[in-house]
């Protein structure tokens, strides 16, 4: 069964340094998303992707973040310079069209920011 | 997106089915009711989404009340691996395809 795929599963950094979240989503997807959860707290949205563009993004996802799909299977999300709060599960999600439709979930990527 | 309300916690011997409860009050019309689980810090996995008729599928079976106002996620056989925590979303289809996580139920399969 296809799945979506994450790496590295964890990750850690000082803050202040640039991290790169990367994501390979289910082949036939074309919409994908971006969540987070802080340890403890609910899983929220930062942002989601379609066409090459950002169709939605959180207050979270501010100007320290951002995603790209440098090619055909890859979809990744940068954080420019870590901060301490920054330190969560990541999850990637894709899906298949829009509307009524199911995400699937990536199993995370827990990043430490020191 | 209209809010839900779901029990903190629930408990379930292993084998009963589990019932899992959400009020969604506000809902509106073209709004569906999505069920989300997260076992232990993994990624949220979809279980099963509806509109208004009861749906069923290899995981579980949602019961959606007439007027709407209320679901009920039905696991048949609940097995130790069914412990999770159970997400019920209501969202349309406008605007963007976010998912708003609540903070769930808590449901803990026992022997």
């Known amino acids: 069964e296809p799945e979506v795929t994450q790496t590295p599963s964890h990750q850690v950094t000082q803050m202040g340094q640039e991290v790169i979240l990367r994501c390979v989503p289910i082949?036939?997807?074309?919409?994908f998303y971006w969540y987070r959860q802080i340890l403890g707290q609910k899983v929220e949205f930062l942002v989601s992707?379609?066409?090459?563009?950002?169709?939605?993004k959180s207050e979270i996802f501010d100007d320290q973040f951002s995603v790209e799909r440098p090619d055909g299977s890859n979809f990744t999300l940068k954080i420019r310079s870590t901060k301490l709060e920054d330190s969560a599960m990541y999850f990637c999600?894709?899906?298949?069209?829009?509307?009524?439709?199911?995400?699937?979930f990536g199993p995370g990527t827990r990043l430490t920011v020191l | 997106d209209a809010k839900t309300t779901q029990p903190t916690s629930m408990d379930c011997a292993e084998g009963r089915a589990a019932n899992l409860p959400c009020n969604h009050s506000?809902?509106?019309?073209?709004?569906?009711v999505y069920w989300y689980r997260q076992i232990h810090s993994q990624g949220p996995q979809y279980i099963i989404h509806?509109?208004?008729n009861n749906e069923t599928n290899e995981m579980a079976s949602l019961i959606i009340t007439e007027d709407r106002k209320s679901s009920t996620l039905i696991l048949p056989h609940a097995t130790l691996r069914d412990t999770a925590v159970y997400y019920c979303?209501?969202?349309?289809?406008?605007?963007?395809?976010?998912?708003?996580f609540g903070t769930g139920t808590q449901l803990k399969v026992e022997l």
């Open positions: 999600a894709s899906a298949n069209r829009l509307g009524y439709n199911e995400q699937f």
């Open positions: 082949s036939n997807h074309l919409y």
């Open positions: 992707f379609y066409n090459n563009e950002i169709s939605e």
């Open positions: 506000t809902i509106s019309g073209n709004e569906y």
């Open positions: 509806g509109l208004k």
């Open positions: 979303i209501v969202r349309g289809t406008g605007g963007g395809n976010k998912l708003t």
